[in-house]
């Protein structure tokens, strides 16, 4: 089973950073894409941010600037910095990724459980 375990959600005020992890665990045989979306309360999940395996990123233009995204693929683990956050940046986060499991010759998307973000004014 594959699983997709985030961390370091939170309560920060405007102005503050946070880093999100999430780490990917189970029988793995590859990854590829991987990234981060937001839902906030009455609107649609959207991308944040998405780093390939090679590194090349690709952020929301409402984050770019701000945000960071990263990934350890020795740990299979991606990471968000998010810098200078706005209120509107409250949101419950997940993360994604393209994995292949071991057992299977299909790609799929796996997502994490969310975790809060919370800005405050």
């Known amino acids: 089973q594959v699983q997709l375990v985030e961390s370091g959600g939170g309560l920060v005020q405007a102005g503050g950073s946070l880093r999100l992890s999430c780490a990917a665990s189970?029988?793995?045989?590859?990854?590829?894409?991987m990234g981060w979306y937001r839902q906030a309360p009455g609107k649609q999940r959207e991308l944040v941010a998405v780093?390939?395996?090679?590194?090349?990123?690709n952020y929301a233009d409402s984050v770019k600037g701000r945000f960071t995204v990263s990934r350890d693929n020795a740990k299979n683990a991606v990471y968000l910095q998010m810098s200078s956050l706005k209120p509107e940046d409250t949101a419950v986060y997940y993360c994604?990724?393209?994995?292949?499991?071991?057992?299977?010759?299909?790609?799929?998307?796996?997502w994490g459980q969310g975790t809060q973000v919370t800005v405050s004014s």
């Open positions: 780093i390939t395996s090679g590194g090349s990123t």
């Open positions: 994604n990724a393209n994995i292949r499991p071991a057992w299977s010759l299909h790609w799929g998307f796996y």
């Open positions: 189970g029988s793995i045989a590859g990854i590829n894409d």
